[in-house]
T-cell receptor, first 110, second 114 residues
C-alpha cells in the first residue's frame, strides 16, 4: 500500500508570498495528482504528472520519480488561493483509483 | 467542468436502514470511483468500476456494495447503515479520450447516520 505524506499540514501566509507544498510517497507510481478543495467541498483537479514539471498560471507542479517526491508551488499568492491542497498517487496504471495524502490547509491573508 | 452529478446531495438516515447513493455522468468516461472523505483520514477509495458490470473493491469496501448497469450510472449501496459510515461521499470519473486518467469529481453527498 502506498503511503502518501504531505507537508505542511497547515500553512498561513501573506498575500504575494511564494508557497510550496510537499508530497512524498513510498511506492513507485504511474502518475501523481494535485487537487484543490475549497470550503464547501468541491474537488478540482489541478495537475496530473508522471515526470518533470507542469505550469498553469501561477501554479507549478514538479515531480522527482527517483526521490518519490513532488512539490506544488504557488507564485504571487492571493486570498482566493486559500483552500485545501491534496496530493494523490496512482499506483495501478490509471484505472484502479487513487491513494491520497491528508491535505494541506492553506490560508492566504490579505 | 465534467458532467457529474450525485444524488442526493444531503441525507440523514437511521442506523440499520439501507441507503443508495447515485453518481451520474454525461461524459462517457470508462472508469468510475466512489470515495469517502473523513477528518483525519482524508479521501479513501471504497469501490471502483472499469466498465459496465465490472467493479472491484477499494481500501474501505466493508459494508458497501456497488452496481454499474449503464456506463453513465454508478450506484453505492449501504445495506445496513452504521454511524461509522457518516461521511462525505465523492464520486469521480476518468478514462476519457485516449489514456487520460485525470480524475473529475462530483459535488459530493453528505450522509449522516443517526
Amino acid at each position: 500500500k502506498n503511503e502518501v505524506e504531505q507537508s505542511p499540514q497547515n500553512l498561513t501566509a501573506q498575500e504575494g508570498e511564494f508557497i510550496t507544498i510537499n508530497c512524498s510517497y513510498s511506492v513507485g507510481i504511474s502518475a501523481l495528482h494535485w487537487l484543490q478543495q475549497h470550503p464547501g467541498g468541491g474537488i478540482v483537479s489541478l495537475f496530473m504528472l508522471s515526470s518533470g514539471k507542469k505550469k498553469h498560471g501561477r501554479l507549478i507542479a514538479t515531480i522527482n520519480i527517483q526521490e518519490k517526491h513532488s512539490s506544488l508551488h504557488i507564485t504571487a499568492s492571493h486570498p482566493r488561493d486559500s483552500a485545501v491542497y491534496i496530493c494523490a498517487v496512482d499506483s495501478g496504471g490509471g484505472a484502479d483509483g487513487l491513494t491520497f495524502g491528508k491535505g494541506t490547509h492553506l490560508i492566504i491573508q490579505p | 467542468d465534467a458532467g457529474i452529478t450525485q444524488s442526493p446531495r444531503h441525507k440523514v438516515t437511521e442506523t440499520g436502514t439501507p441507503v443508495t447513493l447515485r453518481c451520474h455522468q454525461t461524459e462517457n468516461h470508462r472508469y468510475m470511483y466512489w470515495y469517502r472523505q473523513d477528518p483525519g483520514h482524508g479521501l479513501r477509495l471504497i469501490h471502483y468500476s472499469y466498465g459496465v458490470k465490472d467493479t472491484d473493491k477499494g481500501e474501505v469496501s466493508d459494508g458497501y456494495s456497488v452496481s454499474r448497469s449503464k456506463t453513465e450510472d454508478f450506484l453505492l449501496t449501504l445495506e445496513s447503515a452504521t454511524s461509522s459510515q457518516t461521511s462525505v461521499y465523492f464520486c469521480a470519473i476518468s478514462g476519457g479520450s485516449g489514456r487520460n486518467y485525470e480524475q473529475y469529481f462530483g459535488p459530493g453527498t453528505r450522509l449522516t447516520v443517526t
